[in-house]
């Protein structure tokens, strides 16, 4: 099985900080990388697919980058309602795997 | 609008078997590989299980194969996930969702509400 490494575990910012949040695959998986938010008590939702693509009607301070086993999600200017959970998730082979995700507050 | 909605879950004794169903609407059911992701209380998102379209290739994940069995209805758009000697393990909200595929990536936009299986005595 493909481990997904997410770090940090869990993060505090500032409101208009810029937050990154890193994931690591123990197996180059291409760029079959998706990024999702959780808020509490809600199901996922999809903000980065293919490592970079930023999904439709998602705002474009929510980024993404990297390739092979290295990557990055980026929010640009943190904002209230950014914060949840973020979970990484590879589909580069079965079984599709997730970070155990970071979770974001509000410093 | 695309909609799932789960149900079958509850309160089920250890060893006992539970029915989850999703039903689907506003896509094309047939045509989309399903899969079935759960969450234990306060823990991350684990991958449970796949299908295909037609029902005629299914995957697990290793720790599950043999007591779930994913299947589904075309006909009634609606995905099912059989599960059998269930253990304290495995309580958890449980959610399905269609695969997207847009030019080779593979990503869940649609996610149902979810419907939480508790396994205790």
């Known amino acids: 099985d493909i481990q997904m490494t997410q770090s940090p575990s869990s993060l505090s910012a500032s409101v208009g900080d810029r937050v990154t949040i890193t994931c690591q695959a123990s197996q180059d998986i291409s760029n079959f990388l998706n990024w999702y938010q959780q808020k509490p008590g809600k199901a996922p939702k999809l903000l980065i697919y293919g490592a970079s693509n930023l999904e439709t009607g998602v705002p474009s301070r929510f980024s993404g980058s990297g390739s092979g086993t290295d990557f990055t999600f980026t929010i640009s200017s943190l904002q209230p309602e950014d914060i949840a959970t973020y979970y990484c998730?590879?589909?580069?082979?079965?079984?599709?795997?997730f970070g155990q995700g970071t979770r974001l507050e509000i410093k | 609008e695309v909609q799932l909605v789960e149900s079958g879950g509850g309160l089920i004794q250890p060893g006992g078997s539970l029915r989850l169903s999703c039903a689907a609407s506003g896509f094309t059911f047939s045509t989309y590989w399903m899969h079935w992701v759960r969450q234990a209380p306060g823990k991350g998102l684990v991958w449970v299980s796949r299908?295909?379209?037609?029902?005629?290739?299914?995957n697990y994940a290793d720790s599950l194969k043999g007591r779930f069995t994913i299947s589904r209805d075309n006909a009634k758009n609606t995905l099912y996930l059989q599960m059998n000697s269930l253990r304290a393990e495995d309580t958890a909200v449980y959610y399905c969702a269609p695969q997207a595929d847009n030019s080779g990536y593979n990503y869940f936009t649609t996610w149902g509400q979810g419907t939480l299986v508790t396994v205790s005595s």
């Open positions: 299908i295909n379209g037609n029902g005629a290739i299914t």
């Open positions: 998730q590879q589909y580069g082979s079965l079984p599709i795997t």
